[in-house]
């Protein structure tokens, strides 16, 4: 099925630890973004690429890095986990100027102990 | 700094109620405002409204915009079960990168 794919689905790590956060999409979008969900908080932009080769800080990008590989991918990447970063992590992509909301992948549960 | 407001931030109803949830905001580059609902996990796209006065519907939902009050409001009528979620309300910027800014969603909780 067309969309936005991530993995892993679930996720714990230790204080310190690293890990990349995986998204792939199938629609040709040449925009992506990663957002966090926190609860009673909404969702709030980490990064964000317009773009291959393009990427831009959203309201909470400390403690994170991403690339953009091609126009298919968009990693997230924790270098040094911390239990702030425990939260649920949703990629999304979009058409530029494109007439519908955002297409969300499913999410990523990550706990950081 | 952009920013959207939701009200309430929870409610409880029974099957057959109405609802009305609110969002405002506050932006500079304005293009949309969008609503989703987000039940257990990913938020599913309902409506983008570009245009004041200009009502959207789909089935028992519907939603309209007032661009010079700032605000949006999200009717659900003859609520059932399943529309019990998490409504989220979001504006789309315009110019350069576009992104969404989301306000903290309101939960709904549908009883029989």
């Known amino acids: 099925n067309a969309g936005v794919t991530q993995t892993p689905k679930f996720q714990v790590l230790k204080t310190g630890q690293s890990m990349t956060l995986q998204c792939a999409q199938d629609?040709?979008?040449?925009?992506m973004y990663w957002y966090r969900q926190d609860p009673g908080m909404g969702l709030r932009l980490i990064y964000y690429s317009a773009s291959e080769g393009t990427t831009d800080k959203g309201e909470v990008p400390n403690g994170y890095n991403v690339s953009r590989l091609n126009k298919r991918e968009f990693s997230l990447r924790l270098e040094s986990a911390a239990p702030s970063q425990t939260s649920v992590y949703f990629c999304a992509s979009s058409e530029d100027r494109g007439r519908d909301g955002y297409t969300f992948g499913s999410g990523t549960r990550l706990t950081v102990v | 700094e952009d920013k959207v407001v939701q009200s309430p931030l929870s409610l409880v109803v029974h099957e057959g109620d109405t609802v009305t949830l609110n969002c405002s905001y506050e932006v500079t580059n304005f293009r949309s405002l969008l609503w989703y609902k987000q039940e257990k996990k990913a938020p599913t796209f309902l409506f983008m409204l570009t245009s004041s006065g200009i009502e959207k519907k789909s089935g028992r939902l519907s939603s309209i915009l007032d661009k010079k009050e700032l605000f949006s409001i999200l009717n659900i009528t003859a609520t059932q079960t399943g529309d019990s979620a998490i409504y989220l309300c979001a504006f789309r910027t315009q110019g350069g990168s576009e992104k969404l800014v989301f306000g903290k969603g309101t939960k709904l909780t549908v009883n029989p």
């Open positions: 629609m040709n979008h040449n925009s």
